[in-house]
């Protein structure tokens, strides 16, 4: 049987390592980035700026920096619609991750892939994807590929709790689990699936017991802290650069925010009250006062690096409002893979 620990969550980490302090630092400043970058996405589309759909990552900056940071440059990366985080975490630009919001020119995507559909190869960063659940079974394809060609990359797949009743879930991870892939799949739970609540969509609650009939390891993951985010990510990319064996995490987090911009923060589907409980475990809260608390920054040196991250937004939102917009012949353009012909 694969090891279950989603009935026995790991231990969350006592103290922080000074030696690692640097690389906390970072994790802090890149979840203030994608805040910061997320509230001028959302002043932006209300100025127009922005067209087609936007979902803001506000209040689960941990996941994608505590599970990004534990992954090499090689390996491979495909995310769901909501995935700006994940793309400023990895580390494509600000400026490159704006303009392609704005649909310019010089945006990751050419300003034709937009806020549902980042990319940048170069990076392994292999697209959000729009359709729930379609690109589950891509990752499982990444992951394949790094089996036929006997390399140590993993891929992992970013995906939300509503999209584990779509048959195309259960279909990659048996797949995987029989294969025996280096793959993680990595549920971002936050409770939502639009204004569906989980227990109202899904007759299991908790959707790591899912992994069981593959026989696949799992584990329950809190996703607010990303130092507990880091240490789960790092025992699943262990088990699949070494084991080569599928792990399903169930991270769980909350968006401040709502589904996307036309939707409300509160709505019809959960009180005000409930945000406000939430927001009490705020994750770039909760890290910046462990680094103050372990005397490892000041709240001088937080606001600090608060400002300098605004600055970066301010820049990239002037970068992207400048940028020229396509040119009408890159209609044409990667619509079809080009094939080198030999004479």
Known sequence: MAESTAARPKAKPKGLDPARAEQYRQWLRQMLLIRRFEEKAGEAYSLGKIGGFCHLYIGQEAVAVGSLGALDPDDYITCSYREHGHALARGISARAVMAELFGKATGCSGGKGGSMHLFDASLGFLGGHAIVGAHIPIATGMAFAIKYRNTSQVAVCYFGEAAVNNGAFHEALNMAALWKLPVIYLCENNRYGMGTALERASALYDISERACSYDMANEVVDGQEVLTMNAAMERAVQRARTEKLPTLLEVRTYRFMGHSMSDPIHGHYRTREEVEDQRKRDPIAVWSQRLIADGLMDEAAVRSMDK????????????????????????????????????
């Open 308 to 343: 300098d991250v605004m600055e970066e937004v301010e820049d990239a939102y002037q970068y992207a409002d400048e940028s020229p917009e396509p040119e009408l012949d890159q209609l044409y353009t990667d619509v079809y893979a080009e094939e080198e012909r030999k004479e």
